[in-house]
């Protein structure tokens, strides 16, 4: 067995893109199989990271986002904000959540600026291990790349295609005519990130 607990006689469809067999049956969550685990296809979103103060010399209101990245390039969308924390003079302990997907190889910690609602990249976090995080970066030295919110997870589809470093992905049953691509930026093929306008419907409610 490759996957257990999936719904009973339910027909896949296969396509293999950079050595990984992508599976989809229309019912239950695509999969991807890498030849030892079998897990859903997609970038997982994070729950929110946790805050405490501790020494430093931030001073302000700040929020934070963490993201997950698969296969060492992928990044998916960002979690929800943190709660708020308001150093005076300290610094902030980022508990930083860990993902189960066996494919999560990095994580990426979002911050405000200070009463700021834009999140720049604070730190690339380069394993799936590491619990907390220590900030005392002053705004200024915030990255400019911001977080990412439309790096979504594809729905369930039955049917694949691979055409031009693109998965194109079709019969979903909400959107049963409509066909969804995955993402291409700067060149390199991202087949689990599925941005929301990248779709085109054919032949709309003909059945």
Known sequence: NIKTGLGDNKRFTF???KDLLYCFN???????FDGTNCVDMGVP??????LALTTGALTGAYYYKVTYMIDGYQEGSASVASAVI????????VTIP?????RATHRKIYRTKAGGSIYYLLTTISNNTTLTYTDNTPDTSLDVTVAPTDYG????YRYAALHNSRVFLARNSTFKSRIIYSDI?????YPDVFPADNYFDIAKDDG
Do not use: E, M, Y
């Not at 979103?45 to 946790?50: I, M």
């Not at 997870?153 to 369930?156: C, D, F, N, R, T």
């Not at 930026?185 to 093929?189: E, Q, V």
């Open 15 to 17: 396509i293999t893109f």
């Open 26 to 32: 229309g019912v239950d969550n695509n999969q991807v």
């Open 45 to 50: 979103v994070p729950t929110a990271p946790t």
């Open 86 to 93: 308001n150093p005076a003079g300290q610094g902030v302990t």
């Open 98 to 102: 860990v993902s189960s997907n066996i």
């Open 153 to 156: 997870v594809p729905a369930s």
């Open 185 to 189: 930026r700067n060149g390199i093929a």
